[in-house]
């Protein structure tokens, strides 16, 4: 009976194994390979380019004492750059392929302005449009003088990527499977007995809860009562500081140095941007409010006997 049991186990752990084999080069390759150069030489050209690029549009329009704003890196791909003053948006295109070229950065891309006061975007064009007849979009449009970030999101080469990208996927796979087949070996004649207590624990042990929504910090993700959402790596950090600090006023200086300080990057009104995106993202929780506190920063206000 002992020896037929333990067959019975083995097999079972066998199958298990197998189907834990599929499972894994299934997701792996599924995993997206990003195809855009994460370097720090890369990061640091695209800066030097864009800030060229803003003091370019400031020295056209006879701007030639405004300091240049750092430049915000958001993930490997997307980098923006505040332009306070009234610039010429027919001059930008040209200006911003001449930057990028004089740094030898030939990546896909495609721009957008967004207003810093709403996060809504104004104008914006891909690059393609540099060759295309009629050229730019909205090029001749009147545009208001006001506070503007200059965003630029490079376009992953998913065909490089691909060619470059999954020859871990077979070393990786090769070295589970051997690894898997040694535990199965060692597991011979032995019971293999999981009881709920020793089960890992599920997702929920990685949220943080908050009103009728979730965030996921290692994940990115927020859960709300529409679904979930993808959160760039500030947004959730952002968001993770309110949520710590639920009801509790926090200083735009305070949110300065706990979010964007540490990554060595400042930035200014780029704050009211990201806390414009938290709210359309919270804006199906009724018990979430991010409110205003004029001249001194912001309140995540979450309602009592929710948590």
Known sequence: MSKQ????????????????????????????????????QFSEQANLALRRTAHRLLAENGDTLSAIPPVEQSDPATFLIRVDSLFDYDKLPQLLQESLELQGIRQAY?????????GKIQLGYSYL???????????????????YLL???FIPDRAEAAAGGKWWIISISGLLAAGIGLMVWRRSGKDLIISKQEAPAGDTARRTEFGNSALDLSGLLLHTGTGVHHLTYREAKLLNLFVNHKNQVLERD?????????????????IDVFVSRLRKLLQDDA??????????????EVESGIL
């Not at 495609?110 to 006061?117: A, L």
């Not at 007849?133 to 006001?146: K, M, S």
């Not at 305070?254 to 780029?270: A, C």
């Open 129 to 147: 449009d540099l060759a295309r007849e009629g050229g730019v979009p909205c090029q001749g449009r009147r545009q208001d003088a006001g506070c």
């Open 254 to 270: 305070f949110i300065l140095k706990s979010v964007w300080e540490d990554e060595g990057i400042i930035v200014g009104r780029s």
């Open 287 to 300: 018990s979430v409010k991010i409110a205003a506190v004029h001249g001194v920063g912001y309140r995540m």
């Open 5 to 40: 049991r333990n067959t019975r186990i083995q097999t079972s752990f066998g199958k298990t194994v197998s189907r834990g084999i599929w499972v894994f080069l299934v997701f792996i390759n599924t995993i997206p390979v990003s195809g855009i150069n994460e370097s720090p």
């Open 151 to 153: 965003k630029i999101s």
């Open 110 to 118: 495609n721009v957008v302005i967004i207003n810093c006061g709403d």
